[in-house]
Structure formats: structure tokens, C-alpha cells
């Protein structure tokens, strides 16, 4: 399964962003799919996941972040409001056949990338 993400930039304070992660195959439904985030200089983080209609996030941002996805698109979906300057990173989507966790070491399938810098 390929991954790419997009719909990464800048925005200010309170601002919102919705990243999207679109799949290679037909199959993504079958797929749990989960967001991550690096920030520079620290480890990749646990952001939120989403297995068929159950979802999980980071405490972090349970209540600012809600994580989607549309099985007719192959794609998943991270909308971001109240975005505060600590969201400020790399994120990345990725994908497991498993029950998805926080751990990254748990996911096979990743995308590439996308930058999300807010400034205060």
C-alpha cells in the first residue's frame, strides 16, 4: 500500500488545517490507518487512529484533532483545529493490518511527509 499525505502549511494560532493521506489500493478499508507527528530534534509521535469506526488520539489532542476517512476515496482524513505552535511538525500517515496502536514500530505502510507550522 502506497501513502500520500498533503494539505500541510502555515497557519496561525487557532487556526485549522485538514491533512489528507490517500491510498494506493482498494483494500485500505481493510486497513487501519493512523497520523504521527515529528517535531525537530524529537521522536516520532503518536497523533490519532482510526480502525473501521473506532478512533483513538493522543491526550494531547483529543478535542482539537479528528481523524476520518472515506473507504469510496481510499482516503483518511486529519482535521486539525485550535492548532496551538507545539502542533508544529512533520506529520506523517500510516497504515497496519493490525489493531492500531501509538507505537510507530506498529504500522507497515507509510507516507511521506507534511509539514504543519504554526506560529503564534
Known amino acids: 500500500v502506497q501513502l500520500q499525505a498533503s494539505g500541510g502549511g502555515l497557519v496561525q494560532a487557532g487556526g485549522s488545517l485538514r491533512l489528507s493521506c490517500a491510498a494506493s489500493?482498494?483494500?485500505?478499508?481493510?486497513?487501519?490507518m493512523g497520523w504521527f507527528r515529528q517535531a525537530p530534534g524529537k521522536e516520532r509521535e503518536f497523533v490519532a487512529a482510526?480502525?473501521?469506526?473506532?478512533?483513538y488520539y493522543a491526550d494531547s489532542v483529543k478535542g482539537r484533532f479528528t481523524i476520518s476517512r472515506d473507504i469510496a476515496k481510499n482516503t483518511v482524513y486529519l482535521q486539525m483545529n485550535s492548532l496551538k505552535p507545539e502542533d508544529t511538525a512533520d506529520y506523517y500517515c500510516?497504515?497496519?493490518?493490525?489493531?492500531?496502536?501509538?507505537?510507530?514500530?506498529?504500522?507497515?505502510?507509510w507516507g511521506q511527509g507534511t509539514q504543519v507550522t504554526v506560529s503564534s
Open positions: 489500493r482498494r483494500t485500505f478499508g481493510s486497513i487501519a
Open positions: 482510526i480502525n473501521w469506526s473506532r478512533t
Open positions: 500510516a497504515g497496519t493490518p493490525q489493531v492500531p496502536g501509538t507505537d510507530p514500530g506498529g504500522y507497515d505502510y
